[in-house]
């Protein structure tokens, strides 16, 4: 009779097996979580975010193109890399929170109000639309937050915070308006500015401290166009300043560079993590938000890197890199191919952002690839 033999076990490859496992099914969960509350968040919006649709009805020139100065979102002249990013000696510090207060402080006025809690961008960007759509001062003629109002508009509705009590609604709004006024966006005129009509002055994105002015475009002063849909239909009030601030950085990008490569014009342009720093000030995790971009129908991503997974790749061994640098090569990921698509806000906003994100407890990149594993991978 044939002996048996046994095959001998890897124990450190199976307990490997099973932090893999145990970190997928955490990742899984934690999306899950994420999903599932802005899916609740914005139902309980919902009625805050069609009151203010329903009032840009009632605009002049409501369908009107909105006009966002270049200078308010893109660092010109770049500002230097991180020693981490390959740059010089930084003589702010290189500690997690000295970095951290440095990116900050020399982001543009747009991209900084991402990094504030809550959505200021959101509420600065329904502002202007309604100043544009008005064709009026940049001084405020609106009370912030009222119970009830039969002339001006309170702001509450027309930035989609108006749910909940009064007293609600206005802290609501007075944090907005503090953290505008932080990014040298807004001027208060009073410190106690709460029902008053024009109790705030709103100041050019470009961070001058200027009085507002609507932005023709010159070639000394470019700007970009968003479409008057993408306020008509709520887009502004349901994505994440996150989100804004990723999509207006990928359309400017684009246009600049449209140009100069046919195959960009028609796969994309690259946001290398370098370009993202120097000239953006856009975050990994605020670049993470090109996959619910892409969710949502609104970008176009091109991944000239078929092998990666969950927008990770995984890097060579040290055996492999020397193979490359034998051959002349220096290996580095690809970056993703990102373009615009062509007006993409004719849709209601809640209707479909909701409807994606109930259509799927997890995103399409967790259910079609398999997930990478802690330092085994590294970011594109």
Request: one cysteine or more; proline letters at 9%.
């Amino acid at each position: 009779m044939p002996k048996l033999r046994m095959t001998p076990v890897d124990a450190d490859q199976m307990r490997r097996e099973r932090r893999r496992s145990e970190w997928r099914q955490g990742a899984e969960e934690g999306a899950q979580r994420l999903r599932h509350k802005r899916f609740t968040d914005l139902e309980r919006r919902q009625p805050a975010i069609q009151a203010a649709v329903d009032q840009y009805r009632r605009l002049p020139n409501t369908e009107a193109d909105v006009r966002l100065r270049t200078s308010g979102l893109r660092i010109d002249p770049p500002r230097p890399l991180p020693p981490a990013l390959g740059g010089p000696p930084w003589p702010d510090g290189n500690t997690r929170a000295q970095i951290r207060a440095y990116d900050l402080r020399t982001r543009r006025p747009l991209a900084r109000l991402v990094g504030s809690k809550g959505p200021s961008l959101n509420t600065y960007l329904a502002m202007i639309y309604v100043l544009q759509a008005e064709g009026g001062e940049p001084v405020s003629r609106h009370p912030l937050a009222v119970r009830e109002y039969s002339g001006d508009v309170p702001w509450s509705v027309l930035c989609g915070r108006h749910d909940g009590s009064v007293r609600a609604r206005r802290e609501r709004m007075r944090r907005d308006l503090e953290a505008l006024e932080g990014a040298a966006l807004l001027r208060r005129e009073s410190p106690t500015a709460d029902r008053h009509v024009g109790g705030f002055a709103l100041l050019r994105e470009d961070g001058t401290a200027q009085p507002y002015t609507v932005p023709e475009e010159t070639a000394a002063e470019p700007v970009l166009i968003l479409p008057g849909n993408f306020f008509t239909n709520g887009w502004h009030l349901v994505l994440t300043p996150q989100e804004i601030a990723l999509w207006l950085t990928i359309a400017d990008a684009y246009a600049q560079t449209r140009d100069a490569r046919a195959d960009w014009a028609e796969d994309g342009v690259p946001l290398t993590q370098h370009t993202r720093w120097s000239h953006y000030g856009i975050s990994g995790e605020t670049y993470g938000a090109l996959h619910e971009l892409e969710e949502f129908g609104l970008i176009s991503v091109h991944d000239a890197m078929p092998t990666r997974m969950s927008g990770k790749f995984t890097p060579p061994t040290a055996a492999d890199r020397d193979a490359y640098k034998a051959d002349g090569h220096a290996f580095s990921p690809v970056p993703y191919q990102l373009r615009p698509i062509e007006n993409p806000f004719g849709r209601p906003a809640i209707y479909t952002v909701s409807h994606v994100l109930d259509g799927s407890p997890l995103p399409p990149r967790m259910l079609t690839s398999e997930l990478t594993f802690e330092g085994l991978t590294s970011k594109a």
